[in-house]
DNA sequence: ATGTTCCATATAAATTATATATGGGAATGT
DNA sequence: ACATTCCCATATATAATTTATATGGAACAT
């Protein structure tokens, strides 16, 4: 059994087919077929179910894809330690972050702190959804994520609060409420929301939602966006309105005007995630810059919503 | 890069030399040296020091080395999935026991226990000596490890307290104190130790050396075992005595006495050791029947020296 | 019924790993 | 100081393995 026996196997499972696999994977599909069926014998069980129309994992197919994922993650692992040890860095730390959590002021500042304190130690940023995190951990495709939670999956996990965020609400300019700085929530009953799929970030869905309720109101849904950053634009196009991070305020897609809210105002929590079980004194270091960082930005300037940062509005 | 140069690697670091790395894989020198080279060139690192006698790990090698075998650990936990899966059986544990731990009585009850409660799960069975466990849990190849504390390595492994066993003298047969079913630790202090390297066990050693200070005396040391088993066919060759867990009374290799100690005799400390951050159900159940049966046997019947147990005395 | 889709098989070509033969450099022994 | 030994590197040849091309057959859609 190779490595490229388990790369072809995930990437069959992962498209269903071989044809689309070997096209996906620059080989032909006969030999790819080839490929499976040895490692099939080699390891005495049928990984796939031919169907005429495509392929269907058998069920000891998926318990070894979890695992042959974990495997290819830990040689990106490997590849990604060599690759740096050859660049002479004493290290790397390879981060994942949640949709919309880049453009925290948090970030960019953690990262330049802690290149000033460890330079040898390289930094990977990656975004993407909390669920897509929490596989690439498990996967060892990075080494930490900042996510919104909850994050299921207990015990091979550790995963500690970092900071509530605010949330504002996003007008399309002209919109009749839009003259406003400040809204309470209940003003936007009747107003199609843009929201992003639950299953990119059940948490922060959840908590605009529940938000709603204890306002009164069932929002009636509108467009869905495909991730966190990109109601924004789809706010600009006068689609819906919607209630997003408050950093999300650097996004100025033409056009759209950002608004603050009370009390009811939902929160959006981040979490620091890591796989547990692992002392790598840099993750603690990085930890413990990240969390400073974000104690500085709270108690030093909570940017002014009102100070031109309401986009190009009027 | 391919599992196979990591194997390759991974022999090579092992041996100190190509030449004999080739001869305990199979191959001929040539074709390993090319495979590390390419390895090498494909890593952009140089994980070997080319010496005159042989070869030495570079400091990027070593770290490397570290995580390779992890890899391969991993492959093999995948193999032994697949080999069970298409057995057709539900799970296996693979479970490493400290020296002598073999003989303990709950060890073959939680076996047959646990086969009963879960048939369709393999247990694998692997003894070595507690260093040696801790390096085979990191590598993944096996998931559970009763040691003899203390356990390094801290936040990786989980160690939990087990048991204490109790020690009992192991002396020569014709011996002058042989007569005696009890003795106290102080007899022994003219009596040439037979102990195993403090590499093999350092908790159980230390508990033996201190045991003994605290009876006022220094052992003196005898021959060297090559594991805590081997100290009793050295005690029946007449080479000196041993202080031994209770449980290698089964042993009576050809006229050994065994002898009981007081207050004073040392501990022979046992504990689970295994990899922190993964709840598999399977190893919950496994020390959940490890643990009765351990209340079972020390509830039940401890068995008595004097009736039998003491070999062929006389 | 007919064409299309998609996996399996067979054979040929290319790539890759291994074996054999040999050379060179540094320690070791006389 | 010299020959010898040890051990890794290189070169070439052979064997094994992977991939590509061509083709067939089963199920589905029109």
Redesign the pocket.
Known sequence: M?L??LR?FVA?AD????????EQ??????????????LENELGVLL?Q??????RLTDVGMILLDQARALLGMQQQFLATAQGLARGEKGHIRVGLAGAVSLLPMIPLTVRRFRELWPDVTIYLEESNTPALRKSLHDRAIDIAIVRPPVPDGAELLVSPLLEEETVVALPKGHPLATRPHLELEMLVDEPFIIFPRELGPGFHDAILSACHNAGFTPRMGQQAPQIASTVPLVAAGLGVSVVPRSLHQIHSGGVTYHSLGAKAPRAELAIAMRAGQHVPLLSNFITTLRACCRDMHAGGQTDLSKGDRGDET
Do not use: C, M, W
């Open positions: 190779d490229r026996h072809y069959v498209n269903g087919s071989f044809t689309r696999a070997a994977l620059g080989i032909e599909q006969p030999p790819l077929s080839q490929q499976i069926k040895q796939f031919r169907l005429t129309r495509g392929v």
